[in-house]
C-alpha cells in the first residue's frame, strides 16, 4: 500500500508512512460490523441506506499492483471507518504505531534503479488471514 501515497513522495500531506498495528479483535469487529460501500444491485435504495447508517465501517476492494504498479490477480480489502470505528480504533485497537517512511523511501530508490528483488525483500511479510 505505500505505493498509494507515491512512497511517501506524492504530498505534502502523505509524507510519512506509518505502519499501525492493531488487535485482531478490533479487526474483527470492524469487519463484522461493516457493509461494502457499494450497494448489491438487488438492494432498494431505501434498504441500502438502512445497512449504510448502521454499518460504521465501510469495506472496498480495490485492485492490487506489484512494484512496477502492473494489476496482479486479486485485490487488496480496503476498510474507511466511521465515528463509532474510528473512536474505537484510537482508543482500543491500535497496539503499535511505527515509522517506515525510510524504508518506504529505500524500497522507491531500489524500484527507480530497478532493483525489483531488493526491494521485494524488504516489503512488509504478508500472511494470509485465517478466520
Known amino acids: 500500500m505505500m505505493y498509494r501515497s507515491g512512497w511517501g513522495f506524492k504530498d505534502k500531506g502523505q509524507s510519512r508512512i506509518l505502519a499501525i498495528d492493531i488487535t485482531r479483535e478490533g479487526f474483527e469487529w470492524a469487519l463484522a460490523h461493516s457493509c461494502l460501500s457499494h450497494p448489491d444491485p438487488s438492494m432498494s435504495q431505501e434498504q441500502w441506506q438502512r445497512l449504510k447508517s448502521s454499518s460504521p465501517v465501510r469495506i472496498q476492494w480495490d485492485p492490487e ?10 485485490r487488496a480489502i480496503q476498510i474507511g471507518l466511521g465515528h463509532e470505528a474510528v473512536q474505537l480504533y484510537v482508543n482500543e485497537w ?3 504505531i511505527t515509522d ?4 518506504a523511501h529505500q524500497i522507491h530508490a ?3 534503479d ?3 528483488d531488493e526491494a521485494t525483500r524488504l516489503l512488509p ?5 485465517l478466520a
Do not use: A, F, G
Open 94 to 96: 491500535i497496539k503499535s
Open 65 to 74: 499492483r506489484d512494484l512496477k504498479l502492473n494489476p496482479l490477480d486479486h
Open 114 to 116: 530497478n532493483k525489483l
Open 110 to 112: 531500489l524500484i527507480e
Open 100 to 103: 517506515v517512511t525510510p524504508l
Open 125 to 129: 511479510q504478508e500472511t494470509i488471514y
